[in-house]
């Protein structure tokens, strides 16, 4: 089965073909970093205007790159949800429009899913069950994945996701958009010890996340400073690790409680190298496989809704002739194919 997928969640376009014989065939994508640049962070108008431009002739080019015609697909997978409405109308209305003119069903992707899926396109995938930490801009929780659809979230961030905290820390240090990769770039350069801060939740039990209060110890500790260049860098460092050390710690708690011997990492921020490096230290130490995608397949990309898009599709799941948009859309409320899972209004 060839299934394109197609994702417009937030500020990045993509188009790609999954083929369930060969693997994955074909991924374009298209970053609208620099139409947001000069704002500090996404404006969802511009995004959903960026995505009409570009989509379209990514998916011709996704096409072209996979050798295939329009009719050799066998079904179109797009991202549903959760994400910014008018951009997930602009894929959905795209998809459900080019499935109805192909005569090929279609399927909405809960954008989670796919990043959870993700790891399934490397040449070693991870077998159910597995612990995932998802770590995005969006996002930060620890679930366990039994199967497809099958997902129980044992720990989520009661506020800011680690993304999101990184790219608000970047902001107070003055640092671009995009503000999480700008950090962990001037990050290498910090010196250890010149600052402290807290490693948030770690005093109490439980799998919860707290990042929020990061962001404020970030303002305390930089209050009266002149923020050159060695001291944005020496606290970019020492904000990086306590991010690192808490979603390690919270880890290997969830791995202890779960009994599974694989952990899978997700999302925009499992391509931060200390954070790889930190995780696979505790799997040798617990010996647990910590397995990620590349880091090309942890941010947005439609791979991995095309990929999971065919797990569902192969499996006779298919939407019917609505266009189905969701900015907000619980995981838990997923359910494996042959049952209906809910949808947010």
Request: with cysteine; glycine share 10%; net charge negative.
């Amino acid at each position: 089965m060839r299934v394109l997928g197609i994702e417009t969640s937030c500020d990045e376009t993509a188009a790609a073909v999954y083929d369930s014989e060969t693997g994955l065939r074909s991924h374009r994508l298209y970053s609208q970093a620099p139409l947001h640049a000069a704002y500090g962070g996404v404006v969802p108008e511009l995004a959903s205007r960026d995505h009409v431009r570009k989509l379209l002739p990514l998916i011709d080019q996704a096409l072209a790159d996979a050798g295939l015609e329009p009719g050799q697909i066998d079904g179109v997978a797009y991202t549903a949800g959760p994400g910014l409405a008018g951009a997930l109308l602009v894929g959905a209305s795209v998809a459900r429009s080019l499935a109805f003119a192909w005569d090929r069903p279609a399927v909405g992707v809960h954008h989670l899913e796919g990043h959870l899926l993700a790891p399934m396109l490397e040449s070693d995938p991870p077998e159910f069950p597995f612990l995932a930490l998802l770590v995005s801009g969006g996002h930060t929780l620890i679930a366990e994945v039994r199967a497809l659809g099958e997902y129980q979230i044992i720990g989520s961030s009661i506020d800011d996701a680690a993304g999101e905290a990184f790219d608000k820390t970047a902001k107070l240090l003055g640092l671009p958009y995009p503000g999480g990769p700008a950090l962990a770039r001037i990050a290498e350069h910090g010196r250890a010890g010149r600052f402290r801060l807290p490693r948030p939740m770690l005093d109490r039990p439980g799998l919860e996340f707290s990042f929020s209060g990061l962001k404020t110890a970030v303002v305390v500790a930089t209050r009266g400073l002149q923020l050159d260049e060695q001291t944005r860098a020496d606290v970019a460092a020492e904000f990086q690790q306590a991010v690192v050390d808490t979603l390690v710690e919270k880890c290997a708690r969830a791995m202890e409680q779960s009994g599974l011997a694989t952990l899978v990492v997700a999302g925009g921020v499992g391509a931060n190298a200390r954070l790889r490096e930190a995780l696979q230290a505790l799997g040798r130490r617990q010996g647990v496989r910590v397995l990620y995608p590349q880091p090309q397949f942890c941010t947005d990309n439609a791979a991995m809704i095309a990929y999971a898009g065919w797990r569902r599709l192969a499996a006779g799941e298919h939407d019917d002739l609505v266009i189905r948009a969701s900015a907000r859309w619980p995981l838990d409320s997923l359910r494996a194919p042959g049952h209906e899972h809910a949808r947010a209004n």
